[in-house]
């Protein structure tokens, strides 16, 4: 096992009448990343002599990195996957999170130490571990993420981008911009007596977490049932089973598949116990003889990683480049996850929806400086033609050729989750907020084209108003325009979230782009 480093930081529906929003295209990345120091300048319109030198040097620049490309290595061969790690405040997601990268040679013994003492002085010595994935004073000081962590790993036959997302309710928005990027899940739940309980029922993050995930296009998710060395568990295979019985039918709801789309495994994050090393396995320090209910014949959490399937890449599609998050290091370098395409040095590309016309002088996977990225990977993108602070959430890279629609309206099929309690009815009018892969925008429902009740299957076309468990087709409109694409399109930018006041009330995909700009 191998790590490489750490970076700071559908559904529930199915009916006879329409298809359920769920299926098998999954795919989605990150906040913020390592700067890469970088040099580019921008033409302008009219040079001066020293402007011309300027333009020169830029020419240069774009030259060298077309040549480079040539020279530079092709990515690892193994297959990669984006694995977000969810659940309830205080599950252990962090922890698990510090414990994977410590267990694949990520974080060394003296960082380990130093973490360790910080952590005690702090009075919060169980959360050292936690300490490697949350390098914030805020984080630290609390013990809560709030913003999502990333980091990469590596198994023997795959590669991973670690994203551990926030589970306090208030950073909803954060967990799914990370969730968005994923394409594999981790659904952490703490078998500590009343934990699990407190975070399955209504208002705790479980629910809302393993939904949004499924909505954003996890379609393989991992239960990992963490804190089973806790003394009111004690690895108790009764606790893991009553979990797990509890937990299936409300996943099965969201629109998992039990039988090929969820795994259970019982873990302790803090003692790394069934991560790496069998639990039942003797001669390992994750041994522990109460656990000799889970089989060898029965994978550790790193066995399981290494046998997921990576999800269908759309290589041949326009490329399509979310963009999360740009800084400028002698130059300027936006961040994002490839979602279709393929991304090379030397592209002329276009920034939607702003339309910056830019040039990529290089693409780096973790650290490494590649000749190409395919879908599914995370880059660092060097770029010329653009300034830092022409670069932010919901930004997408495109060829100048194919550019993706900047969409002002559009026709969506919205299942509808649970209301607000002082707003129990959506009608024509109703304002509120639309995430889609990186994006984030006022919204405003403009008419109800259709509706279907899930339990009756009754139609009704043009409802005056829809309430709980019901399908919706309505038409939206967006307060400024943003990018997206038709789901029969590109199922990872046609899909996309309502929330309202901090909660998600809706979870759709786009049927019918109406407008764009």
């Known amino acids: 096992m191998e790590t490489l480093r750490v970076e700071p930081k559908e559904s529930c529906w199915s009916d006879e009448v329409d298809e ?49 490309a040539s020279r530079k290595a092709a990515p690892d061969s193994r297959p990669h996957l984006n694995v977000v790690f969810i659940g309830h405040v205080d599950a252990g997601k962090s922890t698990t999170c510090g414990n994977i990268l410590y267990l694949t040679g990520g974080v060394d013994e003296r960082t380990i130490e ?55 309710k208030a950073f909803v928005p954060n967990m799914i911009e990370g969730a968005a990027q994923a394409d594999v899940g981790v659904l952490i739940i703490s078998a500590r007596k009343g934990e699990f309980e407190t975070g399955f029922e209504k208002g705790g993050q479980t629910r809302e977490h393993a939904l949004l995930a499924k909505t954003l296009g996890v379609n393989q998710l991992v239960v990992a049932v963490n804190k089973m060395d806790e003394p009111t568990c004690g690895w108790s295979q009764a606790r893991f089973e009553e979990i797990e019985k509890k937990l299936t039918p409300f996943l099965k709801s969201c629109g998992f598949n039990p039988a090929k789309d969820l ?33 060898t014949d029965r994978p550790s959490l790193f066995e399981l990683f290494d046998s997921l399937s990576p999800p269908d890449r759309k290589e041949d599609d326009p490329l399509r480049v979310p963009i999360l998050d740009g ?126 009740d899930k339990k009756t299957k009754r139609k009704k076309c043009n409802p005056q108003f829809v309430k709980n468990d019901c399908m919706v087709t309505v038409e939206i409109s967006l307060q400024n325009p943003v990018c997206l694409e038709e789901f029969e399109k590109m199922a990872q930018l046609g899909r996309f979230t309502l929330r309202d006041e901090g909660k998600t009330i809706g979870i759709g995909r786009v049927l019918q782009i109406l407008t764009t700009s």
């Open 20 to 68: 359920p929003i769920e299926e098998t295209e999954t795919s989605t990345e990150p906040p913020a990343d390592t700067p890469v120091s970088v040099t580019g300048v921008a033409a302008t319109a009219s040079p001066s002599p020293g402007a011309t030198t300027d333009v020169v040097s830029a020419k240069a620049a774009a030259k060298e990195a077309a040549a480079a």
């Open 114 to 168: 130093k973490y360790e003492k910080e952590a005690k002085e702090k009075n919060r010595e169980s959360w050292f571990l936690a300490f490697v994935m949350d390098i914030n004073e805020e984080e630290r000081q609390k013990g809560k993420t709030v913003e999502v962590g990333r980091a990469y790993f590596s198994t023997p036959n795959r590669r991973f981008t670690l994203l551990d997302a926030p589970g306090h």
């Open 263 to 295: 795994s259970f495994i019982p873990i302790s994050g803090l003692q790394g116990q069934n991560l790496k090393d069998h639990v039942s396995r003797p001669g390992t320090k994750a041994y522990d003889p109460r656990a000799s209910w889970y089989g």
């Open 327 to 452: 800084y400028k290091d002698n130059g300027v370098i936006a961040l994002g996850k490839v979602e279709a395409g393929t991304l090379t040095p030397g592209m002329n590309c276009i920034l939607m929806p702003n339309k910056n016309k830019v040039k990529v002088l290089g693409v780096y996977i973790e650290d490494d400086e590649v000749a190409y990225a395919k879908p599914g990977e995370n880059v660092r993108i060097k770029l010329l033609g653009v300034e830092e602070d022409q670069l932010g959430n919901g930004m997408m890279l495109c060829p100048v050729a194919d550019p993706c629609p900047v969409v002002s309206s559009f026709v969506g099929r919205l299942g509808i989750v649970e209301l607000l309690e002082h707003r129990p009815l959506i009608t024509a009018g109703y304002s509120c907020v639309l995430h889609a892969h990186t994006a984030r925008e006022e919204v405003t429902l403009i008419k109800l084209l259709e509706v279907v």
